[in-house]
């Protein structure tokens, strides 16, 4: 099973500022088949990237992803008071299924 | 857009058996490269897969849930279900359904049911 481990757990940033959310692999993702979510309180988790680093439909391009292999990377680019929240990433390549990261707590500081 | 939105009772009593069902709307649940999938969260914690399904009826599940979890799908009813038998307060969570495109990322969502397991 491939465990994923998302750090920092609780990052602290300010309105504007770059932010950068990593994700690790236990072992290599086939195909690159990595996502990322974005869930805020009593909400559903929203589909930000697939593919590692493709924006799904109506996601503003300050959000990005890169990586492969076992490393990956969430970035948004400039933070608006919209995006703290909490993020997820998810493999979906290999045996189970899908895993889900523990989350990174993106909050104002 | 496909709009997916959970039912079923708020509450189950331990070691009972916990059924939702999933209704699809602005597509065919029948479509091509359509799968249907059901995640959950416990309070305060983090997301976890428990199983998806075709509409043909094929189905994958969580290797940690398998023993207990049985998804099916009603095509006449634009429906999919989830069962989770003998359940225990470890099952209280919110249940999602979702949709994905061959078995990939989950795009679209349901709003979430809490479901607690409690006497």
């Known amino acids: 099973e491939i465990v994923l481990t998302q750090s920092p757990g609780t990052l602290s940033l300010s309105p504007g500022e770059r932010a950068t959310l990593s994700c690790r692999a236990s072992q290599s993702v086939s195909s690159s088949y990595l996502a990322w979510y974005q869930q805020k309180p009593g909400q559903a988790p929203r589909l930000l990237i697939h593919?590692?680093?493709s924006r799904a439909t109506g996601i503003p391009d300050r959000f990005s992803g890169s990586g492969s292999g076992t490393d990956f990377t969430l970035t948004i680019s400039r933070l608006e008071p919209e995006d703290f929240a909490v993020y997820y990433c998810?493999?979906?390549?290999?045996?189970?299924?899908?895993?889900f990261g523990q989350g990174t707590k993106l909050e104002i500081k | 857009q496909l709009q997916l939105q959970e039912s079923g009772p708020g509450l189950v009593k331990p070691s009972e058996t916990l059924s939702l069902t999933c209704t699809v709307s602005g597509g065919s649940i029948s479509s091509s490269s359509y799968y249907w999938g059901w995640i959950r969260q416990p309070p305060g914690k983090g997301l976890e897969w428990i199983g998806s399904i075709y509409y043909s009826g094929s189905t994958y599940y969580n290797p940690s849930l398998k023993s207990r979890v049985t998804i099916s799908v009603d095509t006449s009813k634009n429906q999919f279900s989830l069962k989770l038998s003998s359940v225990t307060a470890a099952d209280t969570a919110v249940y999602y359904c979702a949709h994905s495109q061959w078995l990939g990322a989950f795009d679209y969502w349901g709003q979430g049911t809490l479901v607690t397991v409690s006497s």
């Open positions: 593919g590692a680093s």
């Open positions: 998810q493999q979906y390549g290999s045996s189970p299924r899908y895993t």
